[in-house]
């Protein structure tokens, strides 16, 4: 059974920094791509990053591009999101989502598992 677990969301104030994890079981961890999501409330689900093991592509939103870096440990069969000067309006549910057929980000992926989520609270 495939496992999607997040961890590392909180309360931090605006300029601040997290690292959010996404713990995966289930599924040899060397042939997918792994994308984190968000939703704030009363707004639509926002893709944020993407990394893939097939072609080493990644993915940022405009919104966080130079702020974030997503980045994976096979050994550890988990993806990790660093969350530098974060804003108020990076508050949301962050959700984590893969890909077992090794897709690229540089294309529209096909997400079959998703995690739980974990929330993040930017104070300003």
């Known amino acids: 059974e495939v496992q999607l677990v997040e961890s590392g969301g909180g309360l931090v104030q605006a300029g601040g920094s997290l690292r959010l994890s996404c713990a995966a079981s289930g599924f040899t961890f060397d042939d997918y791509a792994i994308g984190w999501f968000r939703q704030a409330p009363g707004k639509e689900r926002e893709g944020v990053s993407c990394i893939s093991s097939s072609d080493g592509s990644t993915y940022y939103a405009d919104s966080v591009k130079g702020r974030f870096t997503i980045s994976s440990d096979n050994a550890k069969n988990t993806v990790y999101l660093q969350m530098n000067s974060l804003k108020p309006e990076d508050t949301a549910v962050y959700y984590c989502?893969?890909?077992?057929?090794?897709?690229?980000?540089?294309?529209?992926?096909?997400?079959?598992?998703w995690g739980q989520g974990t929330q993040v609270t930017v104070s300003s």
């Open positions: 989502a893969a890909d077992i057929d090794g897709s690229s980000c540089s294309e529209p992926v096909g997400y079959d598992y």
